[in-house]
C-alpha cells in the first residue's frame, strides 16, 4: 500500500482563433513548476505551484506531418511541453503502474475549450494521452512476448459517459439502450451496472473503439442538441496479467486506468435577478460541483480535518471516481488553462481548483490475487446473495454509511428493501461476468466481441467520404465535429440523385434529422450534372451560410455551412468540387457567429473589443441560437412561453459591479407574468427542454411535473421590478441629500420614481442640523472621524401595475447582506418611510473615495399579478409571430428596444447637487467674514482676537455668526503684541483685517508680526496705510451698505438653511444672481479664496498694489 498525493499538472494552450483575432493578452507564465496568472484589469499577479506545468501556448511548429513539435528557433521554444513530453511525464506513469497491478486515474479539468481533449485524447497526429497509453501498452506487450514471457495479456475496455446524471453506455450502439445505473459492490465500490468492457488484442481495435464511442457520444449529442461540453467521459482500460506463482497457483494482477475527460467547468457567473441558482441547474452540473465538493473535503481531512464525510453519493461522477479520489488508485489531474485575458476568472478559478486537488492522498494497492481464490469468493459471495434474496432478509449494513433503517417508515423500509433487491441481483450478475471473464478464455471473448464490433462499418464511411459528396456534422466540441456524415449520392457517385431531408414522421423521405424546427418534409437536396441544388419545403427553416434559404433554389458550394431547424448543424463537402471555397475549415462558432450576425444585427468582428464587448458577444454566439431553439420548442409542445433575448447593464439589473450580460426573458403569453433568466439559467433550461422535445420526437408522455418542467417558473417568485442609484457624494461633504430619482428596469425604461434620502447622523441616529457644524469642506477631514449617515427610503410612485407586495431591498458598501424594507401590497405609490442608520466607523481614505465617488443601489421587488383576461380559460395559445422563430427566417433579438440607463447621467446631477450645497456652506461663510469686516470697520477695530473670527467663521448658522459679530464692538484695540495677543494662554496667530476693497484683494501687511499667510494677496504687495476713520466711514456707505448687508445676511439666512436642510437641487439661479450682484467688496478675502468668481479673482489681479490700512490682530 502507498499513500501519496495527487500529482497535478496545468497546461496552456496556444489562443485560438478569435482570441487571435480580438488581439488577446497571455495571462499566464510558467516558469519550471510555478504558474503565475496576471488579472487584467489589477495586473495583480497569483502564483501556484504544482507538479508539472506545461507551457504549450508558443514556441512550436509544425513538423510538416501536423505535429506541433518544440521550435528551437522560438524564445520560448526550450519550454513549449509538446504531446509526447506530456505523455512522457504522466502518461508513463500510468502505464507504470498498471504493469505493476496499481489503478490510476487521470483526469483532465478545465473549462469549455482550455483543451482537455487536446490532452487527453489529442486531435490526428497530436495523439493524446490515451492513445499513446494504449499504444505504448501493445508495444510493451508484444515486447515482452517477443521476450518470451511467460504471462497471458489481457485488455478490456469500455467507455461511458455521464450527461446530465444519466450514464450511458458509449459502446452500446443498439437504439433500444437505456442508462445504466450505478451499484455499489462490497469490494470493489460503485460500478456501472451492465457496462460493456469489451476486449480487444490491438491498438488499432482500441482506436476504432474510441471512435465508436465518441460517434455514438456525437448521435446522442445531435440528437438531443445536447451541449457536449457538459458531458463527462470515462474510458477504463483494464489489464490483467495471469502468470503461475511458484506453488503452481494461477495468479491475476490486475489493474485499471481511468482515463476522465471532465465537462467544461462553467463559467462563474453572476446570479443576476434570479437570485440563487435553479435546482435543476444544479442537477445538470451536479457531477461536476459534487467533484468540487468531494475534492475540498479531501482537502480538508488531508489537512488534518476529523470526522470530515465525503459526499461521493451525491453524483454518478463522484461515485464511479471514489476509488481515484480517496482509495486505492494513483491519481493525476491535469488542469487545462487558457491563455487569454478574457477567460481571466475562469482560469484563476481552474488554479485553484488544482491547487486544492493536489492536496488529497490517495492509497493505492497491488492488485494481485491467485485467480482461484478470487473465483472462490466471487463464488461464495453469490451464494450468500442468493440466500438473500431469496428469504427476503437484506442485510442493510451492506449500504455504505450504515443506512440501517433504525428510524425509517415502513415505506421507506420497502423501498430500500426494493432497491437494495435490485442492487444484490445487480451484484450477482457482477460477479457471475467477473468469473466467467476469469475462466473463459481470453482469445475466444476477444473473438467474440471482434464479431459484434461496428468499428469496421465505420472505417468504410472513413474512407468513402473521401471521394463521395456528403454532408458532415458541426459540433461545438470540435472533437464530435464531422463524426456524422450522411453521402447525398447513393451508390454511385455520379448519378443524379435527390435527397429529401424530414423528421422521419413523413413517408418518402431519404434522412432523418432529429431536432427541433425540422419539419415533416424539410428540404431536398438535388444532384445533377455534378451540381448541388438546395430547396426548402414550405415553413421550413434552413440556413445557409447564415442566411435563410428562401423558395429559389441555392445551389450549394463546397464547405456551405447548413442550419435545418434550429439545431442541426452540417457542413456540405463536395471532395469533387475543386474550385477554391472561401471558408477552408468551417468550426462551429464560426457558423453561429454567422446567423448571430446576419440575423440580429450584431457585430461580431473581433476587432477592437474589450474584455467585457467580447464576452458579450461570446454570451450571445452562445445563447441566440438556444433562444430560437427554445421557442421552437415551445411552440410544438404547446407551452404559451415565448423568449426573448435581452442585454442587460450591471446598473439595471441592480449591482454596483459587473459586465453587459445577455439575459433572456420568458413570457407567459396569457398570464403574461415574466421571468428574467441568466445566461447559465438559460442553458441549463434550453438542456433540459431538448431533451423533453427528444422523448416528444419518441412519442413519450411529456407532460411532466411541474418540477421537472423546464418551461415553468414561480409565478409568485419575486419580480425585480428596477432599481435606484443613489449617490453619496453630499455626505463626503457630511451635506444631505434627498432626492426623486427615476426607477429604471432591465431594459433600462423608468418604471416609475423613487423618493430617496441620505442623512448625515450620530451613530444613534440623530439627524445632525446645522447647529451641529458638521460640514467639511474637504471630504478628507472624515478620515478619523466617525462616518454615520442615515438612509431613507420614503416612497416610489408611479409603478406599473402589474406588481403588488412591492418592497425594497439595498446594501451600502461592504455589507453583504441585503436589507429589506416592509411589503407594501396592492399599490402602485408604496410609501415604504424606511429608514436605517449606515455605521461605515472611523473614516478610512477608503471610506472618503467611496463617498465620494460610490453609490449604492436600491432594487425594488414585488410579484406579479396574473393579468390573464377575464374570462379566457386554458386553451393552447400559439407563440406568436412576433417571437424569436419565424419560419424560414430570422432571429429577432431584441437588442432594438434595449435602452442602456444611462448612471453616469444622475451620478453627475448629484455631483452638481452636491456641489451647490458645498458652495452654498462656502457663501455663507463669506458673508459672516464679510460681516465681520464690516462691523470692524465700523467700530474701528484694527485688531480682532483669531479665536473670535474663527468662531465667526466655524459658525453653522446665521444666528451663531451674528451673536460673534455683536462681540466686535467689545474688542479690545491694541497695537500690544504680548499683551492682547495671547488669549486663554495662547499665542494666537494674526490676521490682517483689510479696510477697503483693494486691501482685501490685494493689499500687503506692513505691520507688526504678520506672517505672510495672513492675506491671499499679501504678497503682492500694496501700501494698505490709509487707515483713517473718514476713509472707513466712505467704505462703509458706499461700498458696504450696512444696512443692505443685514438685508442680505438675512436672506442668505433663510436660504442658505432651507438649502442645506431640504438639499434639493431645485434652482437657485434667482439667489444666485441676487449674490452676484452683491457688492464686490462683499468677495474675496481671506475665507473668500474658495470663491470661484473669476471677475473678482480679475478685478483682484488688477488692483493698483496699495499699502494696507489694515488692522494687524494678535
Ligand atoms: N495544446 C494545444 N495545442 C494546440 N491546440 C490546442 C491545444 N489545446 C487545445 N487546442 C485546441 O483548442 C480547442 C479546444 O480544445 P479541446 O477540445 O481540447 O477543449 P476541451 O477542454 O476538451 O473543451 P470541451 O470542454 O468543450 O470538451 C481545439 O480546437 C483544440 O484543437
Ligand atoms: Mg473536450
Redesign the pocket.
Known amino acids: 500500500m502507498t499513500e501519496e498525493n495527487v500529482k497535478v499538472a496545468v497546461r496552456v494552450?496556444?489562443f485560438?482563433g478569435r482570441e487571435k483575432e480580438r488581439n488577446s493578452q497571455v495571462i499566464i507564465d510558467m516558469t519550471g513548476n510555478t504558474t503565475s496568472i496576471t488579472d487584467p484589469a489589477s495586473k495583480d499577479v497569483k502564483k501556484f505551484t504544482f507538479d508539472f506545468s506545461y507551457w504549450?501556448h508558443d514556441g512550436c511548429k509544425d513538423d510538416g506531418t501536423g505535429y506541433?513539435a518544440p521550435d528551437t528557433s522560438h524564445p520560448n521554444g526550450k519550454k513549449f511541453a509538446d504531446q509526447k513530453k506530456v505523455y512522457n511525464e504522466m502518461g508513463a506513469g500510468v502505464l507504470k503502474n498498471a504493469w505493476e497491478g496499481y489503478n490510476s486515474t487521470l483526469f483532465a479539468y478545465?473549462q469549455?475549450?482550455?483543451?482537455?481533449?487536446?490532452s487527453m485524447v489529442g486531435?490526428g497526429v497530436n495523439k493524446g494521452i490515451v492513445p499513446i497509453y494504449c499504444e505504448n501498452l501493445y508495444k510493451q506487450i508484444d515486447e515482452k512476448r517477443a521476450a518470451g514471457a511467460k504471462e497471458q495479456y489481457e485488455v478490456m475496455f469500455s467507455m461511458l459517459e455521464i450527461y446530465n446524471e444519466n450514464v450511458q453506455d458509449l459502446l452500446d450502439s443498439s437504439p433500444s439502450k437505456k442508462y445504466l445505473n450505478v451499484r455499489q459492490h462490497p469490494k470493489s465500490g460503485f460500478y456501472a451496472d451492465g457496462l460493456k468492457s469489451v476486449p480487444v488484442g490491438t491498438y488499432a481495435e482500441i482506436e476504432q473503439r474510441i471512435e465508436e464511442g465518441t460517434r455514438n457520444r456525437t448521435v446522442a449529442s445531435t440528437k438531443m442538441n445536447a451541449t457536449?461540453?457538459r458531458a463527462h467521459t470515462i474510458v477504463t482500460i483494464k489489464f490483467v496479467q495471469k502468470s503461475v506463482n511458484a506453488a503452481g497457483e494461477e495468479m491475476a494482477k490486475s489493474a485499471e486506468a481511468n482515463l476522465v475527460?471532465l465537462?467544461?467547468s462553467e463559467r462563474a457567473d453572476s446570479t443576476g435577478a434570479t437570485g440563487a441558482r435553479l435546482k435543476e441547474g444544479a442537477a445538470i452540473n451536479q457531477s461536476l460541483s459534487s467533484l468540487g465538493n468531494c475534492i475540498a473535503a479531501l482537502a480538508e481531512i488531508a489537512g488534518g480535518k476529523k470526522n470530515m464525510q465525503v459526499p461521493y453519493r451525491d453524483s454518478m461522477l463522484t461515485k464511479l471516481l471514489k476509488n481515484a479520489l480517496g482509495g486505492n488508485s494513483k491519481t493525476i489531474m491535469i488542469a487545462?488553462l487558457s491563455p487569454a485575458d478574457i477567460n481571466f476568472e475562469e482560469t484563476l478559478s481552474t488554479l485553484r481548483y488544482a491547487d486544492r486537488a493536489k492536496q488529497i492522498k490517495t492509497t493505492a494497492r497491488v492488485n494481485e490475487d491467485p485467480t482461484a481464490q478470487l473465483i472462490r469468493e466471487l463464488q461464495e459471495e453469490n451464494e450468500k446473495l442468493k440466500a438473500m434474496l431469496a428469504s427476503g432478509k437484506m442485510d442493510m449494513s451492506l449500504l455504505e454509511n450504515g443506512e440501517g433503517g433504525a428510524d425509517m417508515t415502513d415505506e421507506e423500509r420497502a423501498k430500500l428493501k426494493n432497491e437494495l433487491e435490485a442492487e444484490y441481483k445487480g451484484m450477482l450478475e457482477k460477479n457471475k461476468l467477473d468469473m466467467e471473464n476469469m475462466e473463459k478464455e481470453f482469445q475466444k471473448r476477444l473473438q467474440e466481441s471482434q464479431g459484434q464490433s461496428s468499428y469496421k462499418l465505420i472505417a468504410e464511411i472513413n474512407e468513402k467520404k473521401k471521394t463521395y459528396p456528403h454532408m458532415y456534422n458541426l459540433n461545438s466540441?470540435?472533437?464530435m465535429t464531422g463524426r456524422i456524415i450522411h453521402f447525398l449520392v447513393k451508390s454511385d457517385s455520379t448519378m443524379d440523385d435527390e435527397t429529401i431531408i424530414g423528421n422521419g414522421k413523413a413517408e418518402g423521405t431519404d434522412l432523418t434529422l432529429r431536432g427541433s424546427s425540422i419539419t415533416d418534409m424539410h428540404c431536398k437536396i438535388m444532384h445533377k450534372d455534378g451540381v448541388f441544388t438546395l430547396e426548402t419545403f414550405p415553413n421550413a427553416r434552413t440556413l445557409r451560410n447564415g442566411k435563410p434559404v428562401t423558395a429559389e433554389t441555392k445551389v450549394l458550394k463546397n464547405n456551405d455551412r447548413l442550419l435545418f431547424g434550429t439545431s442541426q448543424f452540417y457542413v456540405f463537402c463536395n471532395p469533387k468540387d475543386t474550385t477554391p471555397s472561401k471558408v477552408t475549415d468551417p468550426t462551429f462558432e464560426m457558423a453561429q457567429a454567422e446567423i448571430a450576425e446576419k440575423s440580429g444585427g450584431f457585430d461580431m468582428s473581433g476587432n477592437n473589443k474589450s474584455r467585457d464587448e467580447s464576452l458579450l458577444q461570446q454570451d450571445l454566439i452562445e445563447i441566440m441560437p438556444g433562444v430560437e431553439e427554445a421557442n421552437s420548442i415551445s411552440e410544438a409542445l404547446g407551452k404559451q412561453r415565448r423568449f426573448d433575448l435581452v442585454i442587460v447593464s450591471p446598473e439595471a439589473r441592480g449591482e454596483m459591479t459587473g459586465r453587459t450580460e445577455v439575459m433572456v426573458k420568458m413570457t407567459d403569453i396569457e398570464t403574461k407574468h415574466e421571468w428574467f433568466w441568466n445566461r447559465q439559467k438559460f442553458l441549463d433550461r434550453k438542456c433540459l427542454m431538448s431533451e423533453l422535445f427528444d422523448k416528444f420526437e419518441d412519442g413519450v408522455d411529456v407532460n411532466v411535473p411541474q418540477d421537472k418542467d423546464p418551461f415553468y417558473d414561480d409565478p409568485k417568485a419575486d419580480f425585480h421590478i428596477g432599481s435606484v442609484k443613489m449617490w453619496l457624494q453630499s455626505i463626503s461633504y457630511m451635506l444631505e441629500s434627498s432626492e426623486t430619482l427615476d426607477i429604471t428596469d432591465f431594459k433600462g425604461s423608468s418604471v416609475g420614481k423613487m423618493a430617496i434620502g441620505a442623512y448625515p447622523c450620530d451613530a444613534k441616529g440623530k439627524e445632525y442640523t446645522e447647529k451641529d457644524n458638521k460640514f467639511v469642506e474637504d471630504p478628507s477631514k472624515l478620515v478619523g472621524v466617525p462616518v454615520d449617515f442615515k438612509v431613507k427610503i420614503l416612497n416610489a410612485r408611479g409603478l406599473p401595475n402589474r406588481f403588488t407586495d412591492v418592497y425594497c431591498k439595498y446594501k451600502v458598501y461592504l455589507e453583504e447582506g441585503f436589507t429589506q424594507s416592509k411589503v407594501m401590497k396592492d399599490t402602485i405609490n408604496p410609501d415604504f418611510n424606511h429608514e436605517r442608520v449606515i455605521s461605515l466607523g472611523a473614516g478610512t481614505p477608503e471610506i472618503v473615495e467611496f463617498l465620494k465617488t460610490g453609490a449604492f443601489t436600491v432594487q425594488i421587488w414585488g410579484k406579479q399579478k396574473d393579468m390573464k383576461p377575464k374570462g379566457g380559460k386554458g386553451g393552447k395559445v400559439l407563440v406568436p409571430k412576433t417571437s424569436t422563430v419565424v419560419p424560414g427566417g430570422t432571429i429577432h433579438a431584441v437588442n432594438d428596444n434595449v435602452k442602456r440607463f444611462d448612471p453616469e447621467k444622475v451620478k453627475i446631477m448629484m455631483e452638481v447637487t452636491a456641489l451647490k450645497k458645498r458652495q452654498e456652506k462656502m457663501e455663507q461663510k463669506l458673508a459672516h467674514m464679510q460681516k465681520m469686516i464690516a462691523v470692524a470697520e465700523e467700530h474701528n477695530k484694527r485688531k480682532l482676537r483669531t479665536a473670535l473670527i474663527k468662531d465667526i467663521y466655524v459658525a453653522p448658522t446665521n444666528d451663531q455668526a451674528e451673536k460673534c459679530i455683536k462681540l466686535i464692538p467689545l474688542e479690545q484695540d491694541s497695537d500690544d503684541e504680548d499683551g492682547g495677543g495671547i488669549v486663554g494662554g495662547s499665542k494666537v496667530v494674526g490676521v490682517v483685517i483689510p479696510q477697503n476693497k483693494q486691501d482685501i484683494s490685494g493689499g500687503e501687511a506692513d505691520k507688526g508680526g504678520v506672517d505672510g499667510k495672513g492675506t491671499k494677496g499679501g504678497k503682492k504687495g500694496g501700501d494698505g496705510n490709509k487707515n483713517s476713520d473718514e476713509e472707513s466711514k466712505k467704505k462703509k456707505d458706499k461700498g458696504h451698505k450696512g444696512p443692505d448687508s443685514d438685508d442680505d445676511s438675512k436672506k442668505k439666512e433663510v436660504k442658505g438653511h432651507n438649502g442645506g436642510r431640504r438639499g434639493s437641487h431645485s434652482s437657485d439661479s434667482e439667489d444666485e444672481s441676487k449674490k452676484k450682484k452683491a457688492p464686490p467688496s462683499h468677495k474675496g478675502g481671506r475665507s473668500g479664496s474658495h470663491s470661484s468668481d473669476s471677475e473678482d479673482e480679475s478685478k483682484k489681479k488688477k488692483a493698483p498694489p496699495k499699502k494696507s490700512s489694515a488692522c494687524v490682530l494678535l
Open positions: 494552450r496556444p485560438n504549450s506541433m478545465g469549455t475549450g482550455s483543451g482537455k481533449s487536446w486531435y457536449s461540453s475527460d465537462a467544461g487545462a466540441d470540435p472533437q
